[in-house]
């Protein structure tokens, strides 16, 4: 048998995601030996060509499982079906290690740990539940809706319980050939088919086999540094390491970058350093390095302005919002972006639009507002029997003088209005020249 192979997946909407995975990977002095396979979920001809120069296998996987309702379910989910036969697709490894597209490797200690653990259990996995992790603090209404899934997809298990077990996260994982997790996921995965599949119905499946089927104590589990999930918790920067860190002391290094939900759509992040002062950056692996991520951006000139050096992504439909960010506002601008983001997500291709937002003054009130509003219209819509299986993006926007901004206006589609709006000084012209979004109908 090789030794260890690690795989990824993504179609063309996660492609600029995936090619950061595998560029850390290759940029390690470890990886540039180890073996790296690849579900192409529906990538370009050229970007197959890109993969083709930096990875070992290309596969297109199968749907793997019978199911109602396979034609209408979204293709990229063929990647995450597929996760319990990846010995059928890459076969005679030792120990497969399962990296997401929108997870990225700092440090290589992380991808050791996973080998080890998998070589002495048979699964190696971080659990979602670290000192870190917003998730511990305050309301636990995510657990409702973990229960509520767990029901859903297992209705004849005694699941009751199971939401209160930390969730395994099964964006980052390694196992071994011949751990007995692979046939008790499969068989748990089978089962909760009969249901239709969302997002997480394997990993549903797997903590089902985990827990339910003892096979706890055969599961190593890994500290959330090996799979550091951002949305739950921003790291910190260390500026004397040059590396993102946990962000209680000792300030762990983190090994592998997971940017979960909405934490993959925001380009620039306010971060902590270690010394408690704010910065700035991406938290999107770039084959530049980090410190060079976080240098603080100087007025440039309309000329020199880079969109994606600035964490701006623009897509075919991009829409320009200036929201107050007096806290005395925030449930009104709340609910006024609650609107826009439904008819968004209930559109035809919610992936084409890219939601330009103002964070001035205040970003950390800014990202704060934002997911609330996100979270409230995803649960809102899943109530109502919606499958989101994608989002928009959005950007916020900081730093950006009027020119720049002016820059910017000239590339976006149209301008959306709230009620409560704070304008930058010198581009209402601009605004002016732009048209009002109108909610879509399809």
Partial sequence: MKSVVIITAADSKFFDLVQGTVLSIRGKEQGKSVEIGFFDLGCTPEQVDWLSKHVNYIVEPDWNYNFAGVESVPSYLRGLLARPQLRRYFPDYEVYIWIDADAWVQDWFGIDLLIQGSKKRGLAIVPEIDRGNRLLYGPKDYLIDLSEAYRYHFPSLSVEDLHTYPLLNAGVFAMSYTAKHWDLWDFRLSQALARRPSIITDQLALNVAVYLDGLLKETELLPAYCNWTCHYGLPKWDPRQNLLVEPYLPHTPISIIHLTSHSKREGRHVLLTTEDEKIEMSLKFSDASLEHQKQSLTPASAEQLSFTTLGIYLSQINLALFPDWDPNLRESVTASLEPLLKSILLSSNPQ???????????????????????????????????????????????????????????????????????????????????????????
């Fill in 352 to 442: 084409h639009y890219a939601l330009i937002v103002s964070a001035e003054p205040d970003y950390g009130m800014a990202e704060s507002v934002l997911e609330a509003a996100a979270a409230n219209v995803t649960i809102e819509l899943m109530d109502l029997g919606h499958e989101l299986s994608v989002e928009p993006s959005i950007s916020l926007v900081k730093t950006l003088n009027s020119e720049q901004w002016k820059q910017l206006l000239a590339r976006v589609d149209y301008y959306y209005p709230l009620t409560h709006e704070r304008i930058p000084a010198g581009i209402q012209p601009a605004l002016d020249k732009l048209p009002r979004f109108e909610f879509p109908t399809g």
